[in-house]
């Protein structure tokens, strides 16, 4: 049974930094499409970051810069390293494996970014 079990989320001054954390089990980060997603109260959930098994990278344009998406397979973990963050950052943030139509998430880190 795969399962992501995200950490490091909290409660963060605006203009801080956050290092998520993704650990999976059940199966190897590897091997899929890795993505940190968000979903702010009211608002869809929407991509953050994703790393591919081949290690290109991809980032939401509000994520741009500020944000480095990283996968240690040794460990079995992807991560989220954020900083200037800002209240519109505040949302619960959740990890995503995805292989050939397959998904799993997590359940998901409260980040609050406050002002």
């Known amino acids: 049974q795969v399962q992501l079990v995200e950490s490091g989320g909290g409660l963060v001054q605006a203009g801080g930094s956050l290092r998520l954390s993704c650990a999976a089990s059940?199966?190897?980060?590897?091997?899929?499409?890795m993505g940190w997603y968000r979903q702010a109260p009211g608002k869809q959930r929407e991509l953050v970051a994703a790393?591919?098994?081949?290690?290109?990278?991809n980032y939401a344009d509000s994520a741009k810069g500020r944000s480095t998406i990283s996968r240690d397979n040794a460990k079995n973990t992807v991560s989220l390293q954020m900083s200037s963050l800002k209240p519109e950052d505040t949302a619960v943030y959740y990890c995503?494996?995805?292989?050939?139509?397959?998904?799993?998430w997590g359940k998901g880190t409260l980040v609050t970014v406050s002002s």
């Open positions: 059940g199966t190897s980060v590897s091997l899929y499409v």
């Open positions: 995503h494996a995805a292989m050939w139509g397959i998904n799993y």
């Open positions: 790393i591919t098994s081949s290690g290109s990278t």
